[in-house]
């Protein structure tokens, strides 16, 4: 009987949809490998076959198209935050990826690999989502998805099983955009988050509120973003009242969960 499970390693992304099409949920993609070896050593999942996207050499660049910058899929973590494209554009989201785990995670881990796996206590999805981050996906018909809706629970994805994703793309916030991210570690200061959150803001010269971005991850199944209550801010001064009123706002409709790192 042969091994379980087999390897394919495509050197395309056509070759690498080809296989996902021919073997479906059965097939797993392995790009950084740091959350797919926990899941197999766990024998979370019992895949057929494993797809290796290390020799596939077209996914690995970041560059701006004007008001976007664009980040393939097998784009490390240290490779993002290291990016001066992403450092002048988005600076904040530089940060982000640069307090993931630690070195050695993020000189292996992906975007595409930390977007398709829709860990709920991964960092950078949060800030995707409050960035308004667009999904680029390869398969029978190529699309692109909002990030809004990309994340239905649990490692649980819009993706289809014969789908493979790409790229992200991020909108350059406008000029006079300040964001920033707050993660509440619980121990160590590689630990995932217990709760994090992006938040962005533009003001006018009265220091009102001309727009607000905000997103918290980790503290429920998928990350958390209202427009509604980012729009009541808009034409208000930005304060500790009005802080603390989207913040309770959002503590009210979230629905948190126990872990390991913190209780609901």
Known sequence: MPLKPAAAEPETVEEAVAVLGEHGDEAKIVAGATAMTIMLRQRLIDPEVLVFLHRVRELREI???GATVRIEALATHHTVASSPVVRQAVPALADVFSVVGNVRVRSVATVGGVLAEADYASDPPCALLALGAEIEVRGPNPRTLPIDGFFQGFYETALEPDELLTAVRVPVPAPGTTAAYEKYRTRSS????????????????????????????AASETPQRFVDLEAAAVGRTLDETLAAEVAEGYAERIDTLDDMRGSA
């Open 190 to 217: 590689e630990d995932r988050p217990c709760v994090g959150v992006f938040a962005a803001t533009r003001l006018d010269g009265s220091g009102r509120c001309e727009e607000l971005r905000v997103a918290v991850g």
């Open 63 to 65: 560059g701006r198209d």
